[in-house]
């Protein structure tokens, strides 16, 4: 599978901004590509006024990911503000090329910042089915918690979506290591940078570790599209050597 991570500074509140920004960048982007990864509510930023800027399924954002997913004939991911029967939901939408749709609502809100004053928590854990990959749905501060990210259905590829400030990044580059080495998986971290409204600073980081914890992508600190491509005979092979995931514990997560 060949990977598109977007890294980018984002428009403050500014939708269409952000949009027209992704799509120049996705528009560059080699027909190849299987899936295409935005940032944590990329077409907002990491904003606590939901009202003013919440979306439903049915508007332009959605509209325009399935637009650009049809066209470039590839999923498409990245976490936005939708609102629906009076709640708002920081989700993480996944597209797929016909159009389809699946999504995972963040289940670990952000309480340092208030998320879980603005925003309800999703209640379950999403694993897409994607050419012949199993791909676990995860946005930010769901890293910091190992329990629910735990690969219990034998996912490939877990996935992380973000806007991690730069004072923390050491912890996003371990946390990233250690989530592909305890779950046998290849994880990818997809990271915005520049200054938010509120001046936090974020340097990206974003990258692709393999299930042995290796990098196939380092952590970059630019504004760029990095592509990486995953061969999951090589993770199957592993994982039948190296059978630690029968090991693991069972348990029951309460939500």
Same mark, same amino acid.
């Given at each position: 599978m060949k990977i598109a991570l977007i890294q980018s500074d984002l428009h403050w509140e500014d939708i269409s901004k952000n949009r027209s920004n992704f799509e120049t960048k996705i528009k560059q982007i080699d027909s190849d590509i299987n899936l295409i990864v935005l940032p944590e509510m990329f077409s907002t930023g990491f904003t606590m006024n939901a009202p003013?800027?919440?979306?439903?399924?049915e508007g332009e954002t959605i509209s325009w990911?399935?637009?650009?997913?049809m066209e470039k004939n590839c999923a498409l991911t990245g976490s936005l503000i939708i609102v629906e029967n009076g709640q708002y939901y920081n989700r993480m939408v996944f597209v797929f090329p016909s159009g389809e749709i699946k999504y995972y609502d963040k289940r670990h809100l952000f309480t340092l910042a208030g998320e879980d004053q603005f925003y309800s928590s999703g209640k379950e854990k999403?694993?897409?089915d994607y050419e012949g990959w199993k791909i676990c749905l995860q946005i930010c501060y769901d890293l910091r918690f190992p329990v629910f990210a735990?690969?219990?259905?034998?996912?490939d590829l877990l996935l992380y979506v973000a806007n991690w400030p730069k004072v923390r990044t050491n912890a996003w580059d371990s946390l990233l290591k250690a989530r592909a080495i305890e779950n046998l998986s290849y994880v990818a971290g997809v990271n915005r940078v520049g200054l938010d409204a509120h001046d936090y600073e974020h340097i990206g980081h974003s990258q692709v570790v393999d299930f042995l914890g290796n990098?196939? @992508?380092e952590p970059q600190e630019t504004e760029a599209v990095f592509v990486v491509e995953l061969d999951k005979n090589i993770l199957l092979e592993t994982r039948k050597k190296l059978d630690? @995931?029968?090991?693991?514990?069972h348990f029951e997560i309460e939500i």
């Open positions: 003013a800027v919440a979306e439903t399924m990911m399935k637009s650009m997913a999403v694993i897409v735990r690969n219990v259905e034998n996912y990098f196939i @992508l630690f @995931l029968s090991d693991r514990d």
